[in-house]
C-alpha cells in the first residue's frame, strides 16, 4: 500500500445523496463499503465529516444565529453523523470509535492523540467528530489539524468532483483538471482546495492533500495502492 495511515475527509452533504439534507442510507452504504476495502488492506482510517447535511454554522449566522452558538451546533451536527457513519461500519463487522473534539459522554469519547493512534493501531476506524472543539474553525482544518497530530501520511478529501480543476468543471466544460498540483502554486491561482488555515497547516508540515471523487467506487482503494487517482497537492 502506498499509505499505511490516512485521514479521510467527508462533507456532511456527502451523506445526504440527492436529499436536500439528512442521511441517506444508500451513501452511508456506499462510503461503508469503500472504507472497509481500505481496511481489508490493513491500512489504518481516521475520519473527519463534516455536518453540513444537518447544519452549517455559518448559514446559522447568516439566519440570525449567534456565530458562535451556530458553530458549536454545527459540531453537534458532525457528531451525529460520525454515529451514523460507526453504526453502518459496525454493522459491517467494522470496529470502530468516534473520538470528538467536544465532551458528549455517554455518546463518544474525548478526542487524543494518543488515544486515536492506539485505536488505530488496534485496527479500528477512528471517526473524529466535533471539528476542533473551537468556534471559528471548519471541518477542513479539523481535518488538517487531525491529521497532523495522528502522524497520518495523507489527507484524503473526497468531493463530488475528480479532483482540482483552474475553473468549476460544473460549469466550464473546458476546465482544465490538475493531476499534480504545487501548494505554492494553488495558493497563486487561487484555487480552492482546502480553506486557507487548513490549507496553510498542511503546507507548512508537507502533508499531502489528495482530492478525489469519493462517489466513484472503488477510487479509494486505487489511491491507496498507488495509482493516480484525482489531484495530488503537495
Known amino acids: 500500500m502506498a499509505y499505511k495511515r490516512i485521514l479521510l475527509k467527508l462533507s456532511g452533504e456527502s451523506l445526504q445523496g440527492k436529499g436536500t ?22 491500512v489504518q482510517v481516521a475520519i473527519v465529516i463534516g455536518g453540513g447535511n444537518i447544519f452549517r454554522g455559518l448559514s446559522g449566522a447568516g439566519d440570525g444565529i449567534d456565530r458562535v452558538q451556530g458553530d ?24 470502530a470509535k468516534v473520538l470528538s473534539g467536544i465532551a458528549v459522554d ?48 495523507a489527507i484524503l478529501k473526497g468531493t463530488r468532483v475528480d479532483g482540482v480543476y483552474d475553473d468549476d468543471p460544473e460549469k466550464n466544460k ?26 496553510a497547516l498542511c503546507r507548512e508540515n508537507n502533508l499531502p492533500i489528495i482530492v478525489f471523487n469519493i462517489n466513484k467506487t472503488g477510487n479509494l482503494l486505487k489511491i491507496l495502492k498507488g495509482e493516480t487517482v484525482g489531484t495530488v497537492v503537495k
Not at 439534507?21 to 490493513?42: F, H, M, N, R
Not at 493501531?121 to 474553525?137: A, D, L, Q, R
Open 21 to 42: 439534507s439528512g442521511i441517506d442510507p444508500v451513501k452511508l452504504k456506499d462510503y461503508t463499503a469503500e472504507i472497509l476495502a481500505a481496511v481489508k488492506q490493513k
Open 72 to 95: 458549536y451546533m454545527g459540531m453537534l451536527a458532525t457528531i451525529i453523523n460520525g454515529m451514523a457513519l460507526q453504526d453502518a461500519l459496525t454493522k459491517a463487522k467494522v470496529k
Open 106 to 153: 455517554p455518546v463518544c469519547e474525548a478526542m487524543s492523540r494518543e488515544r486515536a493512534i492506539e485505536y488505530l493501531e488496534n485496527g479500528y476506524v477512528v471517526i473524529i467528530s466535533g471539528g476542533t472543539g473551537n468556534p471559528y474553525f471548519t471541518t477542513d482544518t479539523a481535518a488538517a489539524l487531525r491529521a497532523l497530530e495522528i502522524k497520518a501520511d
Open 174 to 199: 473546458k476546465a482544465k483538471k490538475y493531476s499534480t498540483l504545487s501548494f505554492d502554486l494553488a495558493l497563486q491561482k487561487g484555487l480552492k482546495v482546502m480553506d486557507m488555515t487548513a490549507f
